[in-house]
């Protein structure tokens, strides 16, 4: 039942097109994908001046974080179910513990720990190298089947996983 | 509070962030009231299919008009910084103008308790909500 994903060179590739190219806000952010599981994710965001929340420190702003997590929490999710679904965010809620170093890349990790019919929960982690020293802590809950639309990345680097196990 | 004071023109503050530009978020100030408009740009979509706007942006952007009331309202040209908050999405954020307004529920001498809300077409139907608490510097604070 649990999906193994094995994460090879093309299956990573696979996944950052189909999850990250066709999300323009991702883009916006050049945000990549450093590795997923099963229920869980991975991501990278680089140190941007665009995102600076504060000139005079050079800080990025929380907002940045806040997307982020939200996109690997979504992502997470995602990588839970056995088949793509529409999701959509229900509430987040973000802890900002320190500031970010400026200069320095963002990683973000988030796991959905439980499923059920309609609801995910999740909780994710940003931070720059230790994941025990973070910048900012969320948990959040998604609606299964928000909407009518399938998210065809998803369904696409599924089947593209699932491909590869069976050759494999 | 601070010697600082309260920044006259909010777009001039903002001008100051970075990321407020990257949003393309801009104020409107009648009187003492203030509104934060966050300009529509395909670049702040997170689903493609429906269009909708990336929830992590509509975030970003209640978090950025509490920041600009308190900046507002506490007279200082220090920016506050988040300590926690939670987001409630209630509707998709559709590919149109955000608007959002902020209301300082309780500022205490370094914390400040800041509820806000966002909307599209109908002011009466907010897509998203926040409550936050945000850190307030003091003038040496500010300084170091």
Sequence with gaps: ?168 | MTDTKTPRDLNAFIEGIPYARFLGISVDQKGNEITTVMKFDEKLIGNPLLPALHGGVIGAFLEMTAIIQLAYETGSAAIPKPIGLTIDYLRSGKPVDTYARAQITKQGRRVATVHAEAWQEDRSKPIAATHGHFLLKTGEEAES
């Excluded at chain 1, 679904?85 to 513990?97: C, S, V």
């Excluded at chain 1, 990683?107 to 720059?128: E, M, S, W």
Aim: glycine share 8%; charged share 20%.
């Design chain 1, 1 to 168: 039942m649990t999906t193994e994903f094995r994460m090879t060179p093309e299956t990573m590739m696979a996944l950052k097109e189909m999850l990250i190219q066709h999300v323009p806000q991702m883009r916006a952010l050049g945000v990549e994908i450093i590795n997923a599981a099963h229920a869980q994710a991975w991501l990278r965001v680089p140190y941007d001046e665009r995102f600076i929340g504060n000139a005079e420190t050079g800080v990025i702003h929380g907002g940045v974080i806040t997307t982020v997590l939200d996109n690997t929490c979504g992502m997470a999710v995602q990588l839970a179910m056995d088949e793509p679904k529409a999701i959509a965010t229900l509430d987040l809620r973000i802890d900002y513990m320190k500031p970010a170093t400026p200069g320095l890349a963002l990683t973000t990790h988030a796991h959905c720990y439980k499923t059920t019919r309609n609801i995910a929960f999740v909780r994710g982690t940003a931070y720059h190298t230790d994941i025990n020293d973070p910048i900012a802590s969320c948990v959040g809950t998604f609606m299964i089947g928000a909407n009518r639309t399938v998210p065809t990345g998803v369904a696409a680097a599924k089947a593209f996983m699932a491909k590869q196990k069976k050759e494999g």
